[in-house]
């Protein structure tokens, strides 16, 4: 009875099987079956807009843009050697240099603080784009939190040393810079205690330290006191005996 079963419900199988055959030849029923399910869809990526955008393509690369020869070459030269063919590190050369002729103090000037946060500004914005795109990327996220870290002090000591080349340099650059907030710490009983603790060893510390120097003190005027006696002596006895001329 069951072998009859298997055999009446293997026949249509087959029945279709063929039918799907002779509907597509060349195709098995298994990519039949695997066609009629939906493809994903496919998330399409923004666009993320780039500071480096604005760089016209024309411009020539930094390493060719002062050549007195570049005037008389050809145009297909020139296109090769402009940034429409650049890489990423070429472009961010150029972008670089451009930022750090904003804020340099003259046209030698190449270690300034504000060249060096010009230079660093360039390479932040470029890992920020990074991590826009790549945002489990953990390695550059470090090395973008280092770089912020690093302008924050640098702008930290323009601010105090020349606020008026802190303001020109933030302005050129497009910094919006926030003070850090200052260290504040939740006062607990066991941290009020442990402070409490610590300031009494330390002012005992000091009163045998004093001690200490006291005693010394007194040893180092005593041998003082004694040796200017001892001189005072000599100095007698050869007035009594009288020097030689």
């Known amino acids: 009875m069951l072998a009859l079963l298997g055999r009446g419900l293997a026949g249509p199988a087959r029945a279709g099987a063929a ?6 030849p060349g195709c098995s029923p298994v990519l039949q079956a695997a066609r009629g399910y939906a493809r994903p869809v496919s998330k399409k990526r923004k666009d993320i807009p780039s500071h480096l955008d604005d760089l016209p393509p024309t ?25 429409e063919m650049a890489s990423q590190r070429e472009k961010l050369k150029v972008k670089t240099q451009q930022l750090v002729e904003k804020v340099r103090r003259s046209p030698h000037d190449n270690g300034s603080f504000e060249v060096q946060v010009a230079i660093l500004t360039a390479k932040i914005r470029t890992l920020e784009e990074h991590l826009q795109r790549h945002p489990k990327d953990k390695r550059n996220r470090r090395f973008m ?11 930290g000591y323009l601010r105090r ?20 907030q200052p260290y504040s710490r939740r006062l607990t009983k066991r ?19 004093a001690a200490e120097r006291l005693k010394k003190r007194r040893e180092w005027q005593a041998r003082a006191r004694a040796a200017r006696e001892q001189q005072k002596q000599v100095q007698e006895k050869q007035a009594q005996e009288g020097t030689p001329v």
């Open 59 to 83: 411009m020539l690369k930094k390493d060719y843009a002062n050549l007195p020869i570049m005037n008389s070459v050809d145009d297909v030269v020139k296109r090769l050697l402009s940034l």
């Open 161 to 180: 040393v020349n606020y008026s080349t802190f303001e020109n340099t933030c302005k050129e650059l497009g910094i919006q810079y926030s003070p850090p």
């Open 145 to 155: 939190l280092m770089g912020l870290d690093r302008r924050r002090k640098m702008l």
């Open 19 to 24: 039918a799907l055959g002779r509907a597509q």
């Open 191 to 209: 941290w009020m205690v442990k402070k409490a603790l610590c300031i009494k060893v330390f002012q005992e510390k000091q009163k045998l330290q």
